[in-house]
């Protein structure tokens, strides 16, 4: 009974102290932030790792993602004699949600584990150590460019698969099912707000980019140093981050549009 | 891989971004029917707009030839007074033009329909359109229908 409670202690405190260092290392990347402007070149190879080559996956599931919906809403428009809509349908779901939620988890999986594998091994074999021993601070050096390159990726992968996906929906729904091109985009230009849509789904994006790029960079920078607990925080990563953006959809969608 | 070719990629990943978000504000959303070429406004007095709305489309014969600017409510009139924009290469509007509420379909959104009159003088800046036909509540409508079928039905037990 007492080692129970106890044990509930311990695991409550850790998780507090875990919490803690996450905010602590956000911060600390944060101030480390003004120092890479002399050091660009570091951020733009991170840039080519984590945006440039997630460029595939994202287009590819853009494009799916988009025939899908056209195939879907023009399905359901059909009944009610309103498939002119469908490009209404499609630029909506893909600009406001989609868009950005999709492109978070890709990017989770494709760029957030691959950044907490790549911290991981370096606190495994001691690289990190070995810049703190040459005075060169691992969080400023290693952590913030690469936090830097999630941020400026996200938002503009999430951009490339909304256009993408509205792509693919007007390929499916104008090219084979036969809705009309000029309703398609005129009906499209009506009703989505450049405001209320695409720029609340910018900002999404752009929160979900932070969110990532801080859970993997956090997940690698506190692994054990072993095979085994890199690979625990490389899925942590993953699940984590996943809970986070869907959590967090929820509520900025409810702030945003929730009027 | 050199940095030059990682440079080149990067700049290409950005401009690419750039692009499509190009695309949304310009081919996705309104951003492209705002503002563009200046209109001139006329207004126009309803006794009631509902469901009309900032940004509704106005219409002649069909064809949008500007939209809802601003909607007030006369506190001496107690009237609703809808401010129009109309695109200014349409400026041969006669003067006694008259403006009505519609709905676009059954349940679609409302918009102001514009009937041109026989007026040799055409509307410019600052005008109002004086013969107006108020939005259909469809509640009223039915409301008055089986008020009517009442009374008919009253006079015929008598």
């Known amino acids: 009974m007492l080692d129970s409670v106890q044990l509930l202690g311990r695991k409550g405190l850790s998780f507090f102290q875990r919490l803690g260092r996450g905010h602590i290392l956000l911060v600390n990347i944060l101030a480390g932030l003004p120092g890479l402007l002399p050091r660009i070149g570091l951020v733009i190879k991170q840039t080519y790792a984590v945006g440039v080559l997630s460029l595939v996956i994202i287009v590819v599931s853009g494009l799916f993602v988009g025939m899908v919906l056209g195939l879907q809403g023009y399905n359901t428009l059909v009944d009610f004699g309103a498939e002119e809509s469908l490009g209404v349908v499609v630029a909506l779901s893909l600009v406001r949600e989609l868009g950005p939620v999709v492109t978070a988890l890709l990017f989770a999986g494709r760029a957030g584990s691959a950044l907490t594998a790549e911290i991981g091994l370096m606190k495994a074999t001691e690289q990190l150590s070995a810049m703190e021993m040459m005075a060169v601070d691992p969080v400023r050096r290693v952590l913030a460019p690469r936090f830097l390159a999630g941020f400026i990726s996200m938002p503009v992968l999430a951009a490339i698969f909304s256009a993408v996906g509205i792509l693919g929906g007007y390929f499916v729904g104008v090219g084979l099912l036969g809705v009309d091109d000029g309703a398609y985009w005129s009906q499209m230009q009506d009703k989505v707000d450049m405001y209320d849509d695409i720029n609340n789904g910018i900002i999404k994006s752009l929160v979900f980019g932070v969110v990532v790029t801080w859970i993997a960079i956090f997940e690698g920078n506190d692994s054990i140093p072993t095979s085994e607990g890199v690979s625990r925080a490389t899925t942590r990563t993953v699940v984590h981050s996943a809970l986070a953006v869907l959590g967090l959809d929820f509520i900025l969608t409810a702030l945003m549009f929730g009027d | ?158």
Do not use: C
């Open chain 2, 1 to 158: 891989m050199t940095t030059r070719v990682i440079e080149i990629w990067v700049g290409i990943f950005v401009a690419a971004g750039m692009a499509a978000l190009f695309m949304l504000a310009m081919k996705v959303s309104n951003l492209s029917t705002y503002g563009g070429d200046e209109g001139y406004e006329v207004t126009a007095r309803f006794e009631d707009i509902s469901g009309l709305k900032v940004r509704s489309p106005v219409t002649m014969s069909g064809v949008r030839i500007g939209r809802v600017k601003a909607i007030q409510f006369d506190d001496q009139a107690l009237q609703a007074v809808v401010v129009m924009e109309i695109e200014s290469r349409h400026n041969m509007l006669p003067k006694d033009t008259s403006a009505s509420i519609y709905t676009a379909g059954l349940l679609g959104e409302k918009y102001v329909g514009l009937e041109a009159g026989g007026d040799q003088n055409n509307l410019v800046q600052g005008d109002e359109i004086k013969l107006t036909q108020d939005s259909l509540v469809l509640e009223k409508l039915i409301g008055q229908f089986v008020s009517r079928f009442m009374t008919d039905s009253a006079a015929e037990n008598k």
